[in-house]
């Protein structure tokens, strides 16, 4: 009824260009980089209380010629589709994204390209994460985007570890990380030195990733950012297992879900 109504008046693309408008920036304020949020999991609650509203603003967008705001959407919701398990929608909505990016500003081109990335990783697709994290990097260069590099060279990161290549993984995690301290974003130093320290593990440096993890652990909690925490502490009880610790193991596993 309602929606016929707006038909007749003739305010349909109106209404439905505010409510788009208004759920992107609902989906920027909440889905942008959840992990690095301190309260992970009320974002996620607030998004799944708004998923239909998202869903139309999304399609509508796509559908009636508003490709900056479907491009925003897309980007700003990869991590919520990503940390909620509706993968094959995100990466559909992405790659439909990446086909219509080309004359986008370079920030919003290199999301995409980016956040597309870590579909195409999810899903095995390895060559294409590759490929769209490089033109992700490369555009955020150009740009003189820290935080786009920082985040395009962890993609690649987290690609490069995949493939079984971990001391090329952890040469864009340091490069990361070294973003992180320019930015003097605590946060993203936290989860690069997780990463770092993960990577060292992978290479058999078991004390030195030990090191990094403890710090990233320390620097959650000071921050007050329990997902990376959780991840941090699961990280180190993954490596006290490989000692044959089990004890340790088992006492990291009971800190992180205290």
């Known amino acids: 009824r309602f929606l016929d109504l707006l038909e007749t008046s003739g305010e349909t693309v109106a209404v439905c260009e505010r409510h788009a408008d208004y759920f992107t920036g609902r989906a920027e304020a909440l889905g942008l980089y959840l992990q690095w949020q301190r309260d992970t999991g009320a974002s996620l609650r607030l998004l799944d209380t708004e998923r239909d509203n998202l869903r139309a603003a999304i ?3 796509s559908a009636h010629g508003a490709p900056t705001t479907f491009l925003r959407l897309a980007a700003a ?16 909505w992405l790659d439909r994204a990446v086909a219509v990016c080309q004359a986008a500003p370079l920030p919003l081109r290199a999301a995409v390209l980016r956040e597309a990335g870590w579909f195409a990783r ?42 079984g290549r971990f001391a090329q993984a952890r040469m864009f995690h340091e490069e ?16 690069s030195m997780r990463n770092v320290g993960m990577q060292a593990f992978r290479l058999g440096e078991i004390e ?7 710090e990233a652990v320390a620097l959650f909690r000071h921050e007050g950012l329990r997902f ?8 180190l009880a993954e490596i006290a297992l490989a000692r044959g610790d089990l004890a340790r193991a088992a006492a990291l596993w009971r800190d992180w879900a205290d």
């Open 122 to 163: 999810q899903h095995g697709d390895l060559d294409r994460a590759e490929a769209l994290g490089n033109q992700a990097l490369t555009l955020s260069r150009e740009d003189g985007d820290p935080t786009g590099i920082a985040h395009a060279l962890t993609a690649l990161g987290w690609t490069a570890e995949f493939r």
């Open 77 to 92: 919701m990869q991590h919520y589709w990503s940390l909620t398990g509706q993968i094959a929608e995100g990466r559909a």
């Open 228 to 235: 990376g925490e959780a991840f941090a502490l699961t990280n």
């Open 176 to 191: 990361a990380l070294e973003f992180g301290r320019r930015l003097e974003d605590r946060s993203w130093l936290a989860w």
């Open 208 to 214: 030195a990733a030990e090191r990094w993890l403890d």
């Open 59 to 61: 399609t509508w967008a």
